[in-house]
């Protein structure tokens, strides 16, 4: 069984300063790893995403995260917030080697930049 | 436009009605997902389909009813619904690749669902 642990449900911070989104996984085997970022009323867009390779995986909007696989963590990065940037974060998990995929989400992280 | 359409997007409908919410998807994609999100509850997946077969049902209550015509069409029937099961009802869907594992899912806007 695969699971995924959001550290932080909330995450307060002034524009322009750096932040990080903590998640945390567990699975028994080889994992495919996302995140997620949700605007009010709006459904989940795909950020980045780590099948294999590079563990720095680049996402859209500047965002970046990194694989740890011996800490099995998969934290999300942004150097410089907008205010634009505040909105709910799920990292999502799952399983390799299956014969269909299925996500298991965090219970999701909300961002709010302040000016 | 996400590429995965929900219609309707809100909806108010009584204990006793009989509704549905449909999704499309023109991407193309061989897997369709029924998700609900509650506020402060994790994303609860209900059901999978899999090249227009259920493959998974996460016990949800009878009172929901899925079905998926075509790999691009995935409608939500609903009947007797409780006001515990208002909440965002979101669609996704993705390529599944056999043994290679697959590449995220895209999801619609979702249909924001009111029970009175």
């Known amino acids: 069984a695969q699971s995924v642990t959001q550290l932080d449900s909330q995450v307060p911070v002034f524009e322009e300063a750096p932040v990080e989104l903590r998640c945390n996984y567990s699975?028994?085997?080889?994992?495919?790893l996302f995140w997620y970022v949700q605007y009010p009323n709006q459904g989940l867009q795909l950020l980045l995403k780590?099948?294999?390779?590079?563990?720095l995986v680049k996402g859209i909007n500047g965002f970046e995260a990194e694989f740890n696989k011996s800490q099995t963590s998969f934290h999300l990065r942004k150097p410089s917030v907008h205010i634009s940037d505040t909105a709910e974060y799920f990292c999502?998990?799952?399983?390799?080697?299956?014969?269909?995929?299925?996500?298991?989400f965090g219970q999701g992280t909300i961002l709010t930049v302040h000016p | 436009e996400t590429g995965v359409t929900q219609t309707p997007r809100h909806l108010v409908m009584g204990m006793t009605n009989k509704k549905s919410l449909k999704c499309e998807q023109h991407?193309?994609?061989?897997?369709m997902y029924w998700y609900k999100q509650s506020a402060k509850k994790p994303l609860e997946l209900m059901f999978v389909y899999n090249f227009k077969e259920q493959t998974e049902n996460n016990s949800v209550p009878s009172r929901f009813s899925p079905e998926c015509p075509n790999s691009s069409h995935l409608f939500l029937h609903l009947h007797t619904l409780q006001p515990e099961d208002s909440a965002l009802y979101l669609c996704a869907s993705s390529q599944q690749k056999l043994q290679l594992g697959y590449y995220g899912y895209t999801f619609g806007s979702g249909t924001r669902l009111t029970v009175v």
């Open positions: 699975s028994s085997v080889s994992v495919y």
């Open positions: 780590y099948l294999s390779g590079s563990t």
């Open positions: 991407l193309g994609h061989n897997a």
């Open positions: 999502a998990v799952s399983a390799g080697g299956t014969s269909y995929g299925k996500l298991t």
